[in-house]
C-alpha cells in the first residue's frame, strides 16, 4: 500500500509541474485507492457451501489506473483465474500442444521512445504478427499478455504467450516476428539495429508442463500463468520512470489490450462444442486448422475499433475548467457510493464473514439492513450531485439519455447487455 502512495504522490506532483489537469484527476483517484478506510480484511469468508473457510483482504473502490499498484494486483488475479480456467476447457486437436513463447525485440531508449509509444510500436509489431500464417496456420487458442521493463538505456517491450498450437520451427517463427517489428519501426521512422548474430529477433519456446519442469526447454504451468498475468510491469518500475513520460501514461485514457485471450480460448464456457467444431471444420479442409477463430481484429487492432462503440460519460469527461475542489468533492460522492454498495454486495456474499477496514470501520451479514439504506442513500446522493453538475450529459453521441431503455438510472450512463454500468461501476439492484 506504501507503494502505491508513493507512487500516486509522484504521479500528482509530476501533473502539477506540467500543468495537466487529466493527471492531476488520475492522481486523485490513485491516492484514494490506497486510504484505510478503502481497505478491507475479512475474516470467516467462505465458500458458497460453507465447506471452507479463509481469510481474505481488497479494496472496496478500485481507481483502475494503469499505475496503481493495488488495482493491478487485482487484475492480475482475476486474470490468472481466467487463464487457469482456459487451460483446464481447451481440448487439444491433435499434434497440438501447450507452448509459451516470448517475443522479445532491442530496448528502445527512453530518450527518444516515451513508454506509451513503445507499447504503441509492439502493439502494432503483434497485430501484423498474428495475421501472418505462420501464426493462423498453427495456433488454435491461447493468453497474450504485455510486460516491460526499465533499465540504464530504455524501456524492454516484450510479449509473453501462452497457446495451444503445432510445433512451430525457430527457422520460420523469428524470421516473421522480425518482419513484424521492422514494419511497426519503420512506420514510426525508426531505424533500430538488432543485434544478434543472425539479425534476427530472439524468440524463447519453452513446453508448458503440468508438473515441474527441468531444463531451459520447459517451464511449469503455474510459472507460465504467472508471466502472461504480470499485467505491464512490476510496480516498482513506475518510480523509475520519468516524471514526463508518467505524466503522459496518466493522460492515456484507453488503453490497447494489453492482456487477451485468444482464438478458440476466447469461449471458454462453450470451448467443447466450439474444439469439436473446429477439428471438424480443419478436418475438411485437409489439415488446415479452423483460421476464422483467430482473426479477432475487435480486440488485437487496438482501440480504433472501440472508439466506435458508445462509451457513457464519467468523472474523467467533465471539462477541465471545472475547479479542482469541485472535481474532488464530486469524486468523494463517487468513492463513497462505490464503497457503501460494496459493503452491501460482500455482506451478501459472505453471510457468515466479519469484515473490518484499515480505519477501524467494522460490518458483517447482521449490519445487512442498514447497509442497504446506506447504499441506497449514497446512491442517490451521487446522482443528484452529477445530474447537478455543469455538465449532466443529457445527450451522448446522439442518443436521448432520458429516453434510452439502457440507461443507468442512477448515473444517466449507458448500460451494457448485462446491465453494468460503465459511468457508475455498478449494477442496480437494490431498487
Not at 22 to 33: D, E, G, H, K, S
Not at 212 to 217: I, L, S, T, V
Not at 351 to 376: V, W
Request: proline residues 3%.
Amino acid at each position: 500500500m506504501e507503494l502505491a502512495r508513493s507512487v500516486a504522490r509522484r504521479v500528482e506532483l509530476a501533473a502539477l509541474a506540467a500543468g495537466s489537469v487529466t493527471a492531476q484527476r488520475v492522481a486523485q483517484r490513485m491516492r484514494r485507492c490506497g486510504h484505510l478506510e478503502n481497505v478491507w480484511i475479512g475474516d470467516d469468508l467462505h465458500t458458497e457451501d460453507g465447506s471452507e473457510l479463509y481469510e481474505g483482504v481488497g479494496h472496496l473502490s478500485g481507481c483502475g489506473v494503469r499505475l496503481c499498484a493495488l488495482c493491478s494486483a487485482d487484475l492480475r488475479r482475476r486474470s490468472r483465474k481466467r487463464v487457469r480456467n482456459v487451460f483446464q476447457k481447451v481440448r487439444r486437436p491433435d499434434k497440438h500442444l501447450w507452448f509459451f513463447y516470448t517475443l522479445t525485440a532491442p530496448t528502445l531508449p527512453r530518450d527518444e521512445v516515451p513508454l506509451v509509444t513503445a507499447i504503441a510500436i509492439w502493439q502494432r509489431a503483434w497485430e501484423l504478427f498474428r495475421k501472418m500464417d505462420v501464426w493462423r496456420n498453427n495456433v488454435y487458442a491461447g493468453c497474450k499478455g504485455v510486460e516491460f521493463t526499465v533499465n540504464e538505456i530504455g524501456y524492454h517491450v516484450h510479449i509473453h504467450l501462452l497457446v495451444c498450437s503445432r510445433w512451430i520451427d525457430e527457422s520460420i517463427l523469428r524470421p516473421a516476428w522480425t518482419e513484424c517489428l521492422k514494419t511497426a519501426w519503420a512506420e514510426r521512422g525508426l531505424d533500430v539495429a538488432i543485434n544478434t548474430k543472425d539479425g534476427l529477433a530472439w524468440v524463447n519456446m519453452q513446453y508448458v508442463k503440468n508438473k515441474d519442469a527441468k531444463g531451459k526447454r520447459a517451464i511449469n504451468l503455474d510459472d507460465a500463468i504467472k508471466e502472461v498475468c504480470k499485467y505491464v510491469t512490476k510496480s516498482e518500475s513506475w518510480l523509475d520512470i520519468p516524471d514526463s513520460h508518467l505524466v503522459e501514461i496518466a493522460e492515456v485514457r484507453r488503453w490497447p489490450r494489453l492482456f487477451e485471450v485468444l482464438g478458440a480460448a476466447r469461449d471458454a464456457e462453450q470451448l467443447a462444442q466450439t474444439v469439436t467444431t473446429a477439428v471438424e471444420d480443419a478436418g475438411a479442409r485437409a489439415g488446415q486448422p479452423a483460421q476464422r477463430i483467430l482473426d479477432t481484429p475487435v480486440i488485437s487492432d487496438g482501440d480504433d475499433i472501440l472508439k466506435r462503440k458508445a462509451r457513457a460519460p464519467n468523472l474523467m469527461d467533465l471539462p477541465a475548467r471545472m475547479p479542482m475542489d469541485k472535481w474532488i468533492g464530486l469524486l468523494e460522492l463517487k468513492l463513497a457510493r462505490d464503497r457503501a454498495v460494496r459493503r452491501l454486495q460482500l455482506a451478501n456474499k459472505y453471510p457468515l464473514a466479519r469484515f473490518r477496514t484499515l480505519d477501524g470501520d467494522r460490518f458483517s451479514y447482521t449490519d445487512l439492513e442498514e447497509l442497504k439504506e446506506k447504499a441506497i442513500a449514497t446512491m442517490q446522493e451521487w446522482r443528484d450531485a452529477w445530474r447537478d453538475s455543469e455538465t449532466a450529459f443529457p445527450n451522448y453521441d446522439g442518443m436521448d439519455i432520458e429516453n434510452d431503455d439502457h440507461v443507468c438510472y442512477h448515473c444517466e450512463g449507458l448500460l451494457t447487455n448485462k446491465g453494468y454500468c460503465k459511468s457508475c461501476g455498478w449494477t442496480v439492484i437494490y431498487e
